[in-house]
Protein backbone atom coordinates (compact mmCIF):
# COMPACT_ATOMS: atom_id res chain seq x y z
CA UNK A 1 0.00 0.00 0.00
CA UNK A 2 1.66 3.60 -0.82
CA UNK A 3 2.42 6.25 2.38
CA UNK A 4 -0.57 8.79 1.82
CA UNK A 5 0.44 12.45 1.89
CA UNK A 6 -1.48 15.60 2.06
CA UNK A 7 0.06 18.41 1.38
CA UNK A 8 0.80 21.10 2.45
CA UNK A 9 3.79 18.76 4.08
CA UNK A 10 5.47 19.34 7.15
CA UNK A 11 9.50 18.63 8.05
CA UNK A 12 8.89 15.15 9.80
CA UNK A 13 6.35 14.18 6.73
CA UNK A 14 9.68 14.56 4.17
CA UNK A 15 11.82 13.35 7.00
CA UNK A 16 10.22 10.08 7.16
CA UNK A 17 10.20 9.01 3.62
CA UNK A 18 12.55 6.56 2.37
CA UNK A 19 14.00 5.86 -1.05
CA UNK A 20 11.73 3.47 -3.27
CA UNK A 21 8.65 4.65 -1.14
CA UNK A 22 5.32 4.74 -2.46
CA UNK A 23 3.26 7.44 -1.91
CA UNK A 24 -0.37 8.83 -2.68
CA UNK A 25 -0.33 12.79 -2.61
CA UNK A 26 -3.37 14.78 -2.49
CA UNK A 27 -3.97 18.53 -1.97
CA UNK A 28 -3.21 21.38 -3.98
CA UNK A 29 -0.43 22.17 -5.70
CA UNK A 30 1.42 24.33 -8.88
CA UNK A 31 2.66 22.91 -12.05
CA UNK A 32 6.25 24.45 -13.93
CA UNK A 33 8.41 23.76 -16.31
CA UNK A 34 11.31 25.38 -18.35
CA UNK A 35 9.60 29.02 -18.87
CA UNK A 36 7.86 29.09 -15.74
CA UNK A 37 11.54 27.69 -13.83
CA UNK A 38 13.52 30.29 -15.75
CA UNK A 39 11.03 32.63 -14.97
CA UNK A 40 11.19 32.15 -11.33
CA UNK A 41 14.45 31.81 -10.95
CA UNK A 42 14.59 35.48 -12.57
CA UNK A 43 12.42 36.93 -10.39
CA UNK A 44 14.28 35.92 -7.20
CA UNK A 45 17.31 37.26 -7.96
CA UNK A 46 15.74 40.61 -9.38
CA UNK A 47 14.75 40.65 -5.83
CA UNK A 48 11.35 42.32 -4.09
CA UNK A 49 12.45 46.22 -5.35
CA UNK A 50 12.69 45.63 -8.72
CA UNK A 51 9.79 43.09 -9.54
CA UNK A 52 7.71 44.99 -12.29
CA UNK A 53 3.46 44.72 -10.58
CA UNK A 54 2.49 42.14 -12.63
CA UNK A 55 5.15 39.61 -11.76
CA UNK A 56 4.88 40.72 -8.00
CA UNK A 57 1.56 39.80 -7.98
CA UNK A 58 1.92 36.45 -9.42
CA UNK A 59 4.68 35.95 -6.75
CA UNK A 60 2.52 36.76 -3.79
CA UNK A 61 -0.68 34.43 -5.27
CA UNK A 62 1.63 31.22 -5.65
CA UNK A 63 3.66 32.02 -2.34
CA UNK A 64 1.19 30.19 -0.17
CA UNK A 65 0.96 27.19 -2.54
CA UNK A 66 4.43 26.71 -2.74
CA UNK A 67 5.21 26.74 1.34
CA UNK A 68 5.26 23.37 2.02
CA UNK A 69 4.31 22.43 -1.43
CA UNK A 70 5.44 21.08 -4.26
CA UNK A 71 5.82 22.35 -7.61
CA UNK A 72 4.64 19.65 -10.37
CA UNK A 73 7.07 19.49 -13.62
CA UNK A 74 4.51 18.79 -16.40
CA UNK A 75 3.18 20.58 -19.55
CA UNK A 76 -0.33 18.99 -19.71
CA UNK A 77 -2.82 18.90 -21.98
CA UNK A 78 -5.57 21.21 -21.17
CA UNK A 79 -9.55 21.56 -22.31
CA UNK A 80 -11.34 24.63 -22.18
CA UNK A 81 -9.26 27.30 -23.25
CA UNK A 82 -12.32 29.25 -25.04
CA UNK A 83 -14.65 29.23 -21.97
CA UNK A 84 -12.05 29.32 -18.88
CA UNK A 85 -13.66 25.97 -17.51
CA UNK A 86 -10.25 23.90 -17.49
CA UNK A 87 -9.71 20.25 -17.28
CA UNK A 88 -6.72 18.14 -17.01
CA UNK A 89 -6.79 15.94 -19.89
CA UNK A 90 -3.50 13.97 -20.07
CA UNK A 91 -0.77 15.66 -17.64
CA UNK A 92 2.76 13.45 -16.89
CA UNK A 93 5.48 14.56 -15.39
CA UNK A 94 8.25 15.63 -18.29
CA UNK A 95 12.01 15.44 -17.60
CA UNK A 96 13.04 17.65 -14.59
CA UNK A 97 16.90 17.58 -14.90
CA UNK A 98 16.58 20.95 -17.28
CA UNK A 99 15.12 22.85 -13.79
CA UNK A 100 18.53 22.14 -12.08
CA UNK A 101 20.26 25.32 -12.92
CA UNK A 102 17.17 27.05 -10.90
CA UNK A 103 15.43 24.38 -8.72
CA UNK A 104 17.17 24.52 -5.44
CA UNK A 105 16.87 28.39 -5.42
CA UNK A 106 13.45 28.12 -6.03
CA UNK A 107 13.21 25.51 -3.89
CA UNK A 108 14.57 27.61 -1.15
CA UNK A 109 13.07 31.01 -1.67
CA UNK A 110 9.89 29.18 -1.54
CA UNK A 111 10.31 27.25 1.51
CA UNK A 112 8.91 24.51 -0.80
CA UNK A 113 8.91 20.57 0.68
CA UNK A 114 9.40 19.28 -2.71
CA UNK A 115 8.78 18.59 -5.92
CA UNK A 116 7.64 15.91 -8.62
CA UNK A 117 8.78 14.85 -11.96
CA UNK A 118 10.65 12.40 -13.68
CA UNK A 119 14.40 11.10 -14.42
CA UNK A 120 15.85 12.76 -11.37
CA UNK A 121 17.89 15.78 -10.59
CA UNK A 122 21.21 16.81 -9.75
CA UNK A 123 23.07 17.42 -6.70
CA UNK A 124 22.68 21.14 -6.20
CA UNK A 125 18.49 20.04 -5.75
CA UNK A 126 19.99 17.05 -3.99
CA UNK A 127 21.61 19.80 -1.57
CA UNK A 128 18.14 21.26 -0.97
CA UNK A 129 16.19 18.45 -0.63
CA UNK A 130 18.57 17.76 2.85
CA UNK A 131 18.89 21.33 4.12
CA UNK A 132 15.19 22.02 3.65
CA UNK A 133 14.32 19.22 3.80
CA UNK A 134 12.22 18.36 0.58
CA UNK A 135 11.86 15.07 -1.27
CA UNK A 136 11.98 14.28 -5.43
CA UNK A 137 8.85 12.48 -6.19
CA UNK A 138 9.11 10.34 -9.45
CA UNK A 139 5.75 10.00 -11.58
CA UNK A 140 5.42 7.67 -14.31
CA UNK A 141 6.75 9.14 -17.49
CA UNK A 142 4.28 8.73 -20.12
CA UNK A 143 1.82 7.54 -17.69
CA UNK A 144 -0.26 10.81 -18.55
CA UNK A 145 -3.85 9.40 -18.56
CA UNK A 146 -3.40 8.31 -15.62
CA UNK A 147 -2.15 11.30 -13.86
CA UNK A 148 -4.56 13.63 -15.20
CA UNK A 149 -7.36 11.45 -14.20
CA UNK A 150 -6.04 12.11 -10.08
CA UNK A 151 -6.22 15.86 -10.96
CA UNK A 152 -9.60 16.74 -9.90
CA UNK A 153 -9.75 20.65 -10.37
CA UNK A 154 -8.10 23.35 -11.95
CA UNK A 155 -8.21 26.11 -9.49
CA UNK A 156 -6.07 28.93 -11.36
CA UNK A 157 -3.87 29.61 -13.99
CA UNK A 158 -0.76 31.97 -14.30
CA UNK A 159 1.37 33.34 -17.05
CA UNK A 160 -0.66 31.88 -19.26
CA UNK A 161 1.42 33.94 -22.17
CA UNK A 162 3.82 30.91 -21.82
CA UNK A 163 1.35 28.55 -23.63
CA UNK A 164 -0.83 25.63 -22.14
CA UNK A 165 1.98 23.57 -21.74
CA UNK A 166 3.96 26.19 -19.67
CA UNK A 167 1.67 27.68 -17.95
CA UNK A 168 1.74 27.74 -13.67
CA UNK A 169 -1.49 25.63 -12.92
CA UNK A 170 -2.71 25.69 -9.83
CA UNK A 171 -4.68 21.94 -9.29
CA UNK A 172 -5.73 20.15 -7.01
CA UNK A 173 -5.11 16.42 -7.06
CA UNK A 174 -6.34 13.76 -4.90
CA UNK A 175 -4.03 10.26 -4.65
CA UNK A 176 -1.39 10.67 -6.95
CA UNK A 177 0.79 7.90 -7.53
CA UNK A 178 4.76 8.84 -7.37
CA UNK A 179 7.69 7.22 -5.94
CA UNK A 180 10.35 8.97 -3.20
CA UNK A 181 14.17 8.73 -5.76
CA UNK A 182 15.59 11.70 -3.51
CA UNK A 183 15.14 12.01 -0.26
CA UNK A 184 15.71 14.33 2.50
CA UNK A 185 18.81 12.95 3.81
CA UNK A 186 20.94 13.47 0.75
CA UNK A 187 20.27 10.10 -1.13
CA UNK A 188 19.25 9.61 -4.49
CA UNK A 189 18.15 6.50 -6.13
CA UNK A 190 19.27 7.99 -9.55
CA UNK A 191 23.16 8.42 -8.38
CA UNK A 192 22.64 4.13 -7.02
CA UNK A 193 21.33 3.22 -10.32
CA UNK A 194 23.90 5.31 -12.75
CA UNK A 195 26.66 4.65 -10.54
CA UNK A 196 26.17 0.59 -11.16
CA UNK A 197 24.78 1.03 -14.48
CA UNK A 198 28.07 2.76 -15.51
CA UNK A 199 30.29 0.13 -13.99
CA UNK A 200 28.61 -2.65 -15.74
CA UNK A 201 29.19 -0.33 -18.79
CA UNK A 202 32.96 -0.51 -18.06
CA UNK A 203 32.73 -4.24 -18.22
CA UNK A 204 31.27 -4.26 -21.46
CA UNK A 205 33.02 -1.80 -23.43
CA UNK B 1 -9.36 16.62 -49.77
CA UNK B 2 -12.27 17.42 -46.71
CA UNK B 3 -12.79 14.11 -46.89
CA UNK B 4 -9.17 13.57 -46.19
CA UNK B 5 -8.82 15.92 -43.67
CA UNK B 6 -11.38 13.41 -41.42
CA UNK B 7 -9.03 10.48 -42.33
CA UNK B 8 -5.94 12.13 -41.09
CA UNK B 9 -7.34 13.38 -38.10
CA UNK B 10 -8.84 10.38 -37.37
CA UNK B 11 -5.35 8.88 -37.86
CA UNK B 12 -3.87 11.54 -35.71
CA UNK B 13 -6.34 10.53 -32.65
CA UNK B 14 -5.77 6.41 -33.17
CA UNK B 15 -1.88 7.07 -32.65
CA UNK B 16 -1.92 9.40 -30.29
CA UNK B 17 -4.35 7.65 -28.25
CA UNK B 18 -3.16 3.76 -28.55
CA UNK B 19 -0.04 1.73 -28.77
CA UNK B 20 0.70 -0.46 -31.65
CA UNK B 21 0.13 -4.08 -30.46
CA UNK B 22 3.32 -5.08 -30.86
CA UNK B 23 4.55 -2.14 -28.43
CA UNK B 24 1.65 -2.90 -25.95
CA UNK B 25 2.80 -6.48 -25.86
CA UNK B 26 5.99 -6.12 -25.88
CA UNK B 27 5.91 -3.80 -22.48
CA UNK B 28 3.46 -6.97 -21.12
CA UNK B 29 6.36 -9.43 -21.65
CA UNK B 30 8.48 -6.76 -19.70
CA UNK B 31 6.50 -6.71 -16.73
CA UNK B 32 6.76 -10.79 -16.61
CA UNK B 33 10.65 -10.29 -16.38
CA UNK B 34 10.43 -8.13 -13.36
CA UNK B 35 10.47 -9.30 -9.85
CA UNK B 36 7.50 -9.43 -7.73
CA UNK B 37 6.73 -6.24 -5.82
CA UNK B 38 9.58 -4.11 -7.50
CA UNK B 39 9.69 -1.00 -8.26
CA UNK B 40 10.13 -2.16 -11.56
CA UNK B 41 7.06 -3.74 -11.71
CA UNK B 42 4.94 -1.50 -10.03
CA UNK B 43 5.59 1.08 -13.07
CA UNK B 44 5.09 -0.97 -16.09
CA UNK B 45 1.62 -1.85 -14.36
CA UNK B 46 1.04 1.35 -13.82
CA UNK B 47 2.47 2.12 -17.75
CA UNK B 48 -0.05 -0.71 -18.99
CA UNK B 49 -3.30 0.73 -17.03
CA UNK B 50 -2.72 3.88 -18.81
CA UNK B 51 -2.44 2.68 -22.02
CA UNK B 52 -6.09 1.08 -21.56
CA UNK B 53 -7.14 3.94 -20.00
CA UNK B 54 -5.73 6.13 -23.08
CA UNK B 55 -7.51 3.42 -25.90
CA UNK B 56 -10.92 3.57 -23.49
CA UNK B 57 -11.28 7.12 -23.13
CA UNK B 58 -9.70 8.48 -26.39
CA UNK B 59 -7.11 10.22 -24.15
CA UNK B 60 -3.52 10.85 -25.58
CA UNK B 61 -1.39 8.46 -23.75
CA UNK B 62 1.26 10.99 -23.06
CA UNK B 63 0.89 14.95 -22.75
CA UNK B 64 3.76 15.09 -25.01
CA UNK B 65 2.18 13.95 -28.32
CA UNK B 66 6.19 15.52 -29.62
CA UNK B 67 7.00 16.31 -33.17
CA UNK B 68 5.00 14.77 -35.62
CA UNK B 69 6.64 13.23 -38.10
CA UNK B 70 4.74 12.25 -41.67
CA UNK B 71 5.78 10.24 -43.94
CA UNK B 72 3.92 10.06 -47.33
CA UNK B 73 4.03 7.70 -50.13
CA UNK B 74 1.81 9.56 -53.01
CA UNK B 75 1.01 9.15 -56.63
CA UNK B 76 2.12 11.28 -59.45
CA UNK B 77 -0.86 12.85 -59.72
CA UNK B 78 -1.19 14.34 -56.15
CA UNK B 79 0.07 17.61 -55.45
CA UNK B 80 2.50 18.01 -52.37
CA UNK B 81 1.41 21.58 -51.94
CA UNK B 82 -2.07 20.35 -51.08
CA UNK B 83 -1.33 17.05 -49.45
CA UNK B 84 0.97 19.43 -47.06
CA UNK B 85 -2.08 21.95 -46.38
CA UNK B 86 -4.60 19.11 -45.76
CA UNK B 87 -2.08 17.66 -43.10
CA UNK B 88 -1.70 20.81 -41.35
CA UNK B 89 -5.21 21.46 -41.52
CA UNK B 90 -5.90 18.03 -39.51
CA UNK B 91 -3.14 19.07 -37.41
CA UNK B 92 -5.07 22.25 -36.44
CA UNK B 93 -8.19 20.19 -35.84
CA UNK B 94 -6.28 17.81 -33.80
CA UNK B 95 -4.75 20.09 -31.44
CA UNK B 96 -8.39 22.09 -30.99
CA UNK B 97 -9.90 18.84 -30.21
CA UNK B 98 -6.85 18.24 -27.44
CA UNK B 99 -5.72 14.88 -29.23
CA UNK B 100 -2.18 17.10 -29.61
CA UNK B 101 -0.41 19.15 -27.24
CA UNK B 102 0.28 22.54 -28.49
CA UNK B 103 3.52 21.55 -29.10
CA UNK B 104 5.71 24.16 -31.90
CA UNK B 105 7.23 27.13 -29.58
CA UNK B 106 9.06 30.03 -31.69
CA UNK B 107 12.99 29.57 -30.35
CA UNK B 108 13.37 33.10 -30.06
CA UNK B 109 10.50 34.28 -28.63
CA UNK B 110 9.02 31.64 -26.49
CA UNK B 111 5.78 31.77 -27.77
CA UNK B 112 3.64 28.90 -28.75
CA UNK B 113 1.85 28.86 -31.63
CA UNK B 114 -1.12 27.24 -29.95
CA UNK B 115 -1.79 25.14 -33.37
CA UNK B 116 1.46 22.82 -33.77
CA UNK B 117 2.02 24.44 -36.84
CA UNK B 118 5.46 26.71 -36.90
CA UNK B 119 6.97 26.93 -39.99
CA UNK B 120 8.30 24.94 -43.02
CA UNK B 121 9.59 22.31 -40.18
CA UNK B 122 6.90 22.31 -38.06
CA UNK B 123 5.52 19.44 -38.55
CA UNK B 124 7.89 17.46 -40.56
CA UNK B 125 6.31 16.27 -43.62
CA UNK B 126 8.45 13.82 -46.03
CA UNK B 127 7.06 12.77 -49.19
CA UNK B 128 7.65 10.04 -51.57
CA UNK B 129 6.69 9.54 -54.91
CA UNK B 130 5.16 5.62 -55.67
CA UNK B 131 3.54 3.81 -58.88
CA UNK B 132 -0.10 3.04 -58.24
CA UNK B 133 -3.28 5.32 -57.20
CA UNK B 134 -2.94 4.60 -52.97
CA UNK B 135 -2.01 7.27 -50.92
CA UNK B 136 0.35 6.03 -47.75
CA UNK B 137 0.66 7.69 -44.32
CA UNK B 138 2.41 6.93 -41.82
CA UNK B 139 2.85 9.05 -38.84
CA UNK B 140 5.64 8.93 -35.65
CA UNK B 141 4.78 10.98 -32.58
CA UNK B 142 8.30 11.28 -31.04
CA UNK B 143 8.13 13.12 -26.95
CA UNK B 144 10.69 15.19 -26.19
CA UNK B 145 12.12 13.25 -23.64
CA UNK B 146 13.38 10.47 -25.50
CA UNK B 147 14.33 13.10 -28.32
CA UNK B 148 16.67 14.74 -26.20
CA UNK B 149 18.60 11.49 -25.10
CA UNK B 150 19.64 10.61 -28.81
CA UNK B 151 23.05 10.73 -29.11
CA UNK B 152 25.55 10.45 -32.47
CA UNK B 153 28.91 9.15 -32.49
CA UNK B 154 32.08 10.26 -34.83
CA UNK B 155 34.06 6.97 -34.48
CA UNK B 156 36.99 6.63 -33.37
CA UNK B 157 36.03 7.69 -30.53
CA UNK B 158 38.45 7.07 -27.78
CA UNK B 159 36.79 7.97 -24.75
CA UNK B 160 34.67 4.85 -25.00
CA UNK B 161 36.72 2.67 -27.02
CA UNK B 162 34.99 2.47 -30.22
CA UNK B 163 37.04 1.59 -33.39
CA UNK B 164 35.64 2.00 -36.90
CA UNK B 165 33.18 -0.97 -36.99
CA UNK B 166 30.26 -3.26 -35.62
CA UNK B 167 31.77 -3.81 -32.50
CA UNK B 168 32.68 -0.01 -31.79
CA UNK B 169 28.63 0.79 -32.84
CA UNK B 170 27.89 -1.45 -30.19
CA UNK B 171 29.96 0.63 -27.86
CA UNK B 172 28.22 3.70 -28.72
CA UNK B 173 24.72 2.59 -28.40
CA UNK B 174 25.36 1.22 -25.20
CA UNK B 175 27.32 4.19 -23.96
CA UNK B 176 24.21 6.12 -25.36
CA UNK B 177 21.95 4.19 -23.19
CA UNK B 178 24.06 4.63 -20.06
CA UNK B 179 24.27 8.06 -21.10
CA UNK B 180 19.98 8.41 -21.43
CA UNK B 181 19.08 6.52 -17.56
CA UNK B 182 15.67 6.89 -17.02
CA UNK B 183 15.51 10.31 -18.97
CA UNK B 184 13.91 8.80 -22.49
CA UNK B 185 10.84 7.02 -20.77
CA UNK B 186 12.80 3.23 -20.51
CA UNK B 187 11.89 1.02 -21.16
CA UNK B 188 12.46 1.94 -24.77
CA UNK B 189 13.59 1.38 -28.20
CA UNK B 190 17.13 1.80 -30.30
CA UNK B 191 17.24 3.03 -33.56
CA UNK B 192 20.70 2.96 -34.93
CA UNK B 193 22.02 4.60 -38.27
CA UNK B 194 25.47 3.82 -39.14
CA UNK B 195 27.10 6.05 -41.74
CA UNK B 196 26.02 8.91 -43.73
CA UNK B 197 26.54 12.30 -43.14
CA UNK B 198 25.67 14.02 -39.99
CA UNK B 199 22.26 15.55 -41.04
CA UNK B 200 21.12 11.87 -42.97
CA UNK B 201 22.63 9.77 -40.29
CA UNK B 202 20.10 11.02 -37.88
CA UNK B 203 16.87 11.18 -39.76
CA UNK B 204 17.84 7.65 -40.93
CA UNK B 205 18.09 6.42 -36.89
CA UNK B 206 14.27 7.88 -36.60
CA UNK B 207 13.05 6.55 -40.01
CA UNK B 208 13.83 3.12 -38.02
CA UNK B 209 11.09 3.48 -35.84
CA UNK B 210 9.05 3.24 -38.90
CA UNK B 211 10.24 -0.54 -39.32
CA UNK B 212 8.84 -3.70 -37.88
CA UNK B 213 10.59 -3.63 -34.31
CA UNK B 214 9.84 -7.38 -33.62
CA UNK B 215 11.84 -8.24 -37.18
CA UNK B 216 15.85 -7.83 -37.89
CA UNK B 217 18.36 -6.93 -40.44
CA UNK B 218 18.53 -9.36 -43.99
CA UNK B 219 22.73 -8.87 -43.21
CA UNK B 220 23.27 -11.74 -40.17
CA UNK B 221 26.19 -9.78 -38.51
CA UNK B 222 23.86 -6.91 -38.12
CA UNK B 223 20.86 -8.97 -36.87
CA UNK B 224 22.82 -10.10 -34.27
CA UNK B 225 24.58 -7.00 -33.18
CA UNK B 226 21.19 -6.07 -32.74
CA UNK B 227 20.00 -8.61 -30.24
CA UNK B 228 23.61 -8.35 -28.37
CA UNK B 229 23.08 -4.36 -28.21
CA UNK B 230 19.72 -5.22 -26.37
CA UNK B 231 20.71 -7.86 -24.43
CA UNK B 232 23.59 -5.91 -23.07
CA UNK B 233 21.58 -3.16 -22.26
CA UNK B 234 19.46 -4.45 -20.53
CA UNK B 235 22.54 -6.10 -18.24
CA UNK B 236 23.00 -2.27 -17.32
CA UNK B 237 19.82 -2.59 -14.78
CA UNK B 238 18.28 0.82 -15.53
CA UNK B 239 15.10 -0.64 -15.68
CA UNK B 240 11.72 1.22 -16.40
CA UNK B 241 12.06 5.32 -15.76
CA UNK B 242 15.67 4.49 -14.70
CA UNK B 243 14.88 3.20 -11.40
CA UNK B 244 16.51 -0.07 -11.87
CA UNK B 245 15.11 -3.26 -13.48
CA UNK B 246 15.91 -5.91 -15.99
CA UNK B 247 13.78 -3.72 -18.60
CA UNK B 248 15.83 -0.85 -20.13
CA UNK B 249 15.69 -1.35 -23.91
CA UNK B 250 12.92 -3.67 -26.04
CA UNK B 251 14.01 -3.89 -28.92
CA UNK B 252 16.89 -2.27 -31.14
CA UNK B 253 16.99 -1.98 -34.92
CA UNK B 254 20.09 -0.86 -37.39
CA UNK B 255 19.99 0.87 -40.99
CA UNK B 256 23.47 0.65 -42.62
CA UNK B 257 24.12 3.54 -45.05
CA UNK B 258 26.90 4.94 -47.18
CA UNK B 259 29.54 6.91 -45.68
CA UNK B 260 32.67 9.29 -47.04
CA UNK B 261 35.95 7.56 -46.40
CA UNK B 262 36.96 10.71 -43.03
CA UNK B 263 33.09 10.23 -41.58
CA UNK B 264 31.83 7.21 -39.66
CA UNK B 265 28.79 8.51 -37.69
CA UNK B 266 26.75 6.60 -35.50
CA UNK B 267 23.45 7.88 -34.67
CA UNK B 268 21.05 6.49 -31.80
CA UNK B 269 18.06 7.33 -31.80
CA UNK B 270 15.63 6.44 -28.62
CA UNK B 271 11.73 6.00 -28.91
CA UNK B 272 10.10 5.62 -25.38
CA UNK B 273 7.90 3.40 -24.16
CA UNK B 274 5.04 5.47 -25.80
CA UNK B 275 5.91 4.24 -29.07
CA UNK B 276 3.48 6.27 -31.06
CA UNK B 277 3.34 4.96 -34.98
CA UNK B 278 0.15 5.05 -36.88
CA UNK B 279 -0.87 4.45 -40.96
CA UNK B 280 -3.15 5.30 -42.87
CA UNK B 281 -3.90 3.93 -46.54
CA UNK B 282 -6.29 6.03 -48.89
CA UNK B 283 -7.45 3.51 -51.93
CA UNK B 284 -10.36 4.39 -54.27
CA UNK B 285 -12.08 6.67 -51.73
CA UNK B 286 -11.36 4.06 -48.63
CA UNK B 287 -9.28 4.44 -45.77
CA UNK B 288 -7.69 1.72 -44.03
CA UNK B 289 -6.20 2.50 -40.56
CA UNK B 290 -3.02 0.66 -39.28
Redesign the interface.
Known amino acids: MPISLTLPFTSSDVNALQL ?1 D ?1 VSISGDLLTGRD ?1 AHKWLYEQICRGSDHRDKEDAHVLDAIQPILQDGLIYH ?6 GHETGNYRF ?4 P ?2 S ?1 RQEPYQSAIMRHFKMKGVIG ?3 MGEKTLNACKTLPAVYF ?1 A ?7 A ?2 AVIEVLNVYKLE ?5 ALWHIRVVDF ?1 A ?1 V ?1 IDAHGNS ?2 DE ?2 T ?3 S ?2 ES ?2 | MTELVQHLLELIRKTSTDLPHDVEQGLLKAREKEENGSTAEHILGQILENVRLARASSIPICQDTGTLNFFVRHPAAVSRRELSETIREAIRLATSRNYLRPNAVDSVTGLNSGNNLGGAHFPSIHFEEIQGDTLQFDLLLKGGGCENVGRQYALPDTRIGAGRDLDGVRKAALDAVMQAQGRGCAPGFLGIAIGGDRAVSYQAAKEVFLLDMDGHHPDPQIAALETRITTEANQLGIGPMGLGGHSTILRTRIVALHRLPASYFVTIAYMCWAYRKGSLRVSGGKAEYC
Open positions: GMQCGPIVSISAGTTMKGGHVGGAAALARFGLPEPITLHIQRSKVLLL
